[in-house]
């Protein structure tokens, strides 16, 4: 069973009323990916505020002493994540952590983020499991833009590049909020704003993702890296003007933190995710 809605709003860090000063850990326990974003640059180390960075990667049944480690240096935490550093649903890592995490802290919201190319397939076990929020990453709705984004998919054992990738990844995308969604769980979704690629295109995101039953949009600016090193970043008027235009469909939230796939703390108040994952933290 998945904790109501209501208490997710009031005790989520990213969910609820601003700064409420909850926090979260993030367990990264999904080290593997089955897409290629062309801004992706994932990377072991202790300090770039960039998604997709870690420390280390750890086991599932690793996850619940972290979580206790955390306990002791985040008073109000409230919310397991779990952002990768690669997908969730890539590997089986994520759910059966969630699964260990469930049992042993029923209380804590379990938050988890995918990029949804598998969960049109997986929505019934991700539902199963009992993640409360689920972010699914939603770059395009328009097959020819998502292909300039996304290079190409791993899916059911072949590779699939271009426009035929970007079609299944929307589709099952889509199809995965539908399930998920209809079944009470809360979907955001997060959408990477690259300039000059899919700028024009927010609009048509918002209202497809809020149709398909999304009720959070979170636009994240890019960052200039890896295929994408040479594009602009967006400007803040850029990110204003997209958020104001997604707005007339779907709730955008507008603090969102960037976080490591190791982050343990409050999101953007202090982060001791390092120190919890590499040992630097005595616990008594
Ligand atoms: Fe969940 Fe994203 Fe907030 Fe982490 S930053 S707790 S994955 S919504
Ligand atoms: Fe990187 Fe996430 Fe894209 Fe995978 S889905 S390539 S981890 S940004």
């Known amino acids: 069973m998945a904790i109501d809605q209501e208490t997710v709003f009031r005790e989520h860090p990213c ?5 409420n000063r909850k926090g979260r850990i993030h367990l990264p326990v999904a080290p ?10 994932r990377r072991i180390n202790e300090d770039a505020q960039v998604p997709g960075n870690t420390s280390k990667v750890i086991k599932p049944e ?3 002493g972290y979580i206790r480690k955390a306990l002791e240096f985040v008073p109000d935490l409230t919310t397991v994540g779990i952002a990768g550093p690669g997908d969730t649903l890539a590997t089986p890592f994520a759910l059966d952590t969630f699964r260990l995490v469930k049992k ?3 209380n804590l919201i379990r ?5 949804g ?6 929505a019934d076990e991700v539902i199963d499991v009992g993640i409360d929020t689920l972010t699914v990453t939603v770059n395009a709705v328009d097959p020819e833009i998502e292909a300039m984004i996304n290079a190409r998919i791993f899916y059911h054992g072949k590779t699939y590049t271009g426009v035929e990738a970007a079609e299944i990844l929307i589709h099952n995308q889509l199809e995965g909020i539908r399930k998920v969604a209809k079944s009470g769980t809360l979907v955001k979704v997060n959408t990477v704003l690259c300039p000059g690629i899919n700028d024009n295109h927010i ?30 970043a967006p400007t803040p008027k850029g990110l ?5 235009q997604a707005g007339v469909f779907i709730n955008v939230f507008k603090h969102c933190a960037h976080c490591r796939a190791d982050a343990v703390g409050v999101p953007g108040v202090y982060d001791v995710g390092s120190q919890i994952y590499m040992d630097r933290i005595r616990v008594k």
Request: charged share 20%; with cysteine; net charge negative.
């Open 240 to 244: 204003a003007i997209a958020q104001e």
């Open 32 to 41: 593997g990916c089955n897409i290629e974003c062309r801004f992706c640059d």
């Open 117 to 122: 190319l598998l969960l049109n397939d997986k």
């Open 62 to 64: 690793e996850a619940c």
């Open 15 to 19: 969910f609820g009323a601003c700064k």
């Open 111 to 115: 938050c988890m983020s995918t990029n």
């Open 104 to 106: 042993e802290f029923p």
């Open 203 to 232: 609009e048509d995101v918002a209202a497809t993702v809020r149709e398909a039953g999304a009720i959070i949009y979170n636009i994240i600016p890019l960052i200039p890296q890896n295929g994408f090193k040479d594009l602009p």
